[in-house]
């Protein structure tokens, strides 16, 4: 089974919003894990981190209401997703 992002359809914002058990999942053994793999998790969370922060400034100087409510789901789906990497 190939995966091709091409072929793939997006979902709805609000369809990603998950609840607490499927948010917080076992974490990894990191003595068990290859480096690589911790390696990736660490800049994952860096680039989770930063595009959260990133959408955050961007709302704070954004004067139309309805941008900053599409940037607000945006930026809970996004930290939803951080906290998921970061365990």
């Not at 359809?9 to 919003?17: A, D, L, R, W």
């Not at 709302?59 to 939803?80: G, T």
């Amino acid at each position: 089974m190939s995966f091709n992002p091409f072929e793939e359809k997006p979902k709805k914002v609000e369809k990603t919003i998950e609840n607490w058990n499927k948010l917080f999942v076992k974490p990894y053994d990191k003595n068990t894990v290859d480096p690589f793999t911790k390696v990736r998790i660490i800049l994952m969370n860096g680039t989770e981190f930063e595009m959260n922060w990133h959408s955050h400034q961007f709302a704070r100087h954004c004067i139309d209401n309805d941008i900053r409510r599409e940037i607000a789901l945006i930026r809970r789906v996004e930290q939803q997703q951080q906290k998921k990497i970061h365990l």
